[in-house]
Each structure stands twice: as C-alpha cells, then as structure tokens.
C-alpha cells in the first residue's frame, strides 16, 4: 500500500520544530499537554501497568524457592513412674528451603503468549491516547485562533461601520444623504458592538479550554500565515486511507489484541484439564531440646534433604473447567465482533475525514476568491455611495459580506487542517511529526496572520452627489 503522507517533508518540519522566540506555537502546545494533560498521564501510568503483564506471565516457568523456619518453646509437667510432677520445658526449631520448578505446565506457557497480546493492546490503547491528544490540543489550539481571527474581523467591522457612520452623518449635515443611512449606520454600528463583545467572550472561553489542556499560557499563539498553501491528502485515494485505517487505526490494533487475548483464554482454560509435572527439591533440619514424655533430656538434631518430582492430574472439579473454556469461547466471539466492528468505524472515520480535507481545500479555494470579490464590491460600493449611485445600505451590506467572509476563510483553513490530523489519525499514522509539519503553517508575527483585513479606502465626502435629503 502507498505511504500515505499529508503534510510537509521532514526535512521542513524539522526547521520549523524549534518554538518561537515570542509565541506559543502548535508544538509547544503539545509539549505542554504531554506534561500536564492528566488524562494522558494517567494512559502512560496504565501502558506502565500493562507491560508488567508479561515478567509476571514468565514467572510462571520459573523455579520458585521459599525458606521456612518455626521455633518455639513447649513448658509443663510430667510425671514418670508415680514419682511427682516435675516441670518439663522443650525448646525446638526447624527450617525448610523447598525449590520447585515446574516442567510441564502447559497453561502457562499459553499464558505468556498471551500476556504478549495484553501487552500489545496496552500499547495500542496508549497509540490511541496520543492521537487522541494531539487532535484535542489541535483542536483546542485552532479554536482558540477561531475566536481571536473572530474578535480581529468584528473590531475591523466596528472600525469600518465607523467610518461610514461618520460620512452618512456629514453628508446628512450637508444635505447629500437622507437621515434613514444615517440611522442605518448607527444600527449597524450597535450590531458591530454587540458582535465585538460577543466574539470576545468566545474568545476567552476558548482560552480556557486550551489552559485546561496546558496550563496558563505565557505567550500569545502563532497564528496560521496569510500565504499558506494548505496540502492535498496524498495519495489522493481515499480507499488506501480506509485500508489504512482498517490495519493500522490504534483501536482496530487494540481489539486485534484483544481477540489474541480471547484466542489465548480459551486454550488456557481447555489446558487446564492436562496433567502437570514438577520438580521439587528440598533441604532442612530441625532441632529439639529434648521431649515431654521422657524424664531424660536427650537434643535431637537433625538436617534432611529432599528431590523428586512431582505429578498431577486433574480428574474432576465439579465442570469449572468446562464453564470457563465455554465462558472463554464466547468472549471469543465477543472480541471478533468487536473487532469487526472498530474496523469498520475506523474506515468510516477516514471516509469522513478525507471528505473533509478535500471539501475543505475547495471552500478555501471558493472562500479565497469570495474575499477578494467581496473586497472589490466594497470598493465599488464606497465609491458608489459617494458619487449617488449606490445607498448606504448597499456599503453597510457588502461590507458585512466582505468580513463573512474574511472569517469563514479562516475558519475554513483551520477545519481543513484539523481534518488531515483526523485523517491520520483515522489511518493510525498520526505522529508528531505531523503536529510539526502543522506548525510550519504557522507565525509568530499576528501580522501575518488569518485573517488578513484588506484596506479600504477611507470615508470621504469630496465627492459630491445630487442626493435630496428626505425626512
């Protein structure tokens, strides 16, 4: 299958990885969330856990040794041949050091192949945290620049109703505009305040997700150059990223796992009726001060050494074997639906996410040219309005389209980058690399930053028109 590849050459990303000197960029950003993001902690802590399930498999053909030891002390009276109680005391102790090794124990060699599956889906499922973090800090990140471009867009409007507030009321005052633009103007530049306040408040909604992923943020972010050529997914098909993701997603990888482990319980369990051999051997000696039932204190020392083997045969434990191979079997089938089942959504998951990047690419495309024609009706407008051709109305309107615009653009560029991480993620190749590759779309000069608010030519009365103010 082609190597499916969305974003920049490593060569460029690894340029671009070193943070900038003024800025938090995307990369930082990440850096921030491995450190502090307790969800991800915790997916490392249990990647720990998991891989611990293998030495502890091992163990099971492995010789055990245990060392024993008891002393005590045995206080009365006995009396020998009808002649009176006498006190009698006995001290004794004893130590043992037993060793077994088992050598024919088939359910446990079955257990470490599958403490190895336990141990692939416990990596697997951390595959899956750290995808799944790097798509909230991205998300997070470009939701924050969402609202920041939105706050940007609503002060350039404010600023831009402003000034044609001002020349419908001295073209009023002069008699060239009637007092229904002026009252217009002044509505719209309410509106333009109340969006003002509005896009600032999301502004800071948004921040504090990201600060709840990071941390408090030291810097402003890097937002997304003004000339970026976002990437086309490549290769270009979108059933290599849906084979991709049936193969490679981390949760179809975890369920393959899975059904390793389920395949491996099931044999465990049927192993269970097999005989087991072990070795054993062993070494001791105890020691006694003498003895309660005799009159002479006679010390008894003795050191003994024990080997063999030792052989069991499981007979009959009431069906528990039976059950739990019949338990075993049907978690089996469990497993493979199970894994069918992610298959299939990781597929449908890389559809989606292809749709997106490509549907994506042409509304920047659509949205681009729309900014530009937006920005040139504006221009036509403002001089129409100056020269009577055109209404205040027409200004305020094209003006409040171009601004649309500008914001769906960025936001239109920021969705198309979340949807190729998505995409990776979905074909389970999303690394850091990519959140590298990312980054190199990115600035630290805001002025280079979505959305670029093109000049217009400022509010000016020289114009004379042939309006009649009207009451």
């Given amino acids: 299958m082609a190597r499916v590849s969305l974003f920049a050459s490593a060569a460029v990303a690894a340029v671009v990885a070193t943070s900038h000197a003024h800025a938090i960029d995307l990369v930082g950003a990440y850096r921030l969330a491995q450190g502090g993001d307790p969800t991800f902690e915790a997916a490392r802590y249990a990647l720990e856990a998991g891989r611990e399930k293998l030495p502890q498999a091992r163990a099971g053909i492995l010789p055990t040794v245990n060392l024993n030891g008891n002393g005590g002390r045995q206080n009365g009276q006995a009396s020998f041949a009808g002649s009176p109680y006498q006190d009698r005391n006995v001290n004794s102790w004893a130590w043992n050091l037993q060793l077994s090794q088992p050598v024919v124990r088939v359910a446990n060699w079955i257990g470490i192949a599958q403490a190895g599956a336990q141990v692939e889906q416990a990596e697997a499922q951390f595959a899956q945290t750290e995808s799944d973090l790097i798509l909230r800090t991205a998300q997070a990140y470009f939701d924050v620049l969402t609202a920041r471009d939105s706050v940007t867009v609503a002060k350039a409007q404010l600023r831009a109703v402003e ?64 000339d970026v050529s976002l990437p086309a997914p490549e290769p270009a098909d979108v059933g290599a990223w849906m084979g991709s993701a ?16 389920a395949e491996k319980e099931v044999s465990k369990n049927r192993a269970a009726h097999l005989p087991t051999l072990d070795f054993t051997a062993g070494y001791g000696g105890n020691y006694t001060s003498g003895s309660m039932t005799s009159p002479a204190d006679i010390e008894n020392r003795i050191k003994s050494g024990t080997i063999g083997l030792q052989l069991t045969i499981p007979i009959y434990q009431g069906g528990a074997v039976n059950s739990r191979v019949s338990e075993a079997i049907a978690n089996r089938y469990k497993s493979r639906a199970e894994l069918e089942a992610a298959r299939r959504q990781a597929a449908t998951q890389a559809r989606q996410a292809f749709g997106g990047v490509t549907s994506g690419l042409s509304q920047v495309e659509a949205l681009t040219s729309a900014v530009t024609s937006s920005l040139d009706s504006v221009n036509a407008n403002k001089i129409g309005y100056r020269i009577g051709t055109r209404v205040n109305i027409d200004v305020l309107n094209a003006e409040q389209q171009l601004f649309a615009a500008q914001r769906d653009l960025a936001r239109a560029r920021y969705d198309t980058i979340l949807q190729g991480l998505r995409l990776k993620s979905a074909a389970g190749t999303l690394a850091e690399s990519d959140v590298i590759a990312v980054n190199a779309l990115l600035t630290e000069d805001a002025s280079q930053a979505t959305p670029a608010v093109p000049a217009m030519p400022a509010a000016s009365n020289a114009t004379k028109s042939p309006n009649v103010r009207t009451q």
């Fill in 163 to 226: 000034q044609q507030r001002v020349l419908a009321k001295r073209r009023y005052d002069v008699g060239e505009a009637t007092i229904t633009d002026v009252y217009e103007a002044q509505s719209r530049h309410d509106l333009g305040r109340s969006q003002l306040v509005q896009a600032l408040n999301d502004q800071e909604s948004r921040q504090a997700e990201l600060e709840k992923l990071i941390g408090p943020l030291p810097d402003p972010l890097a937002g997304l150059r003004t």
């Fill in 246 to 261: 049936r193969q490679n997603n981390p949760a179809v990888r975890t369920q393959l796992a899975a059904v390793e482990v």
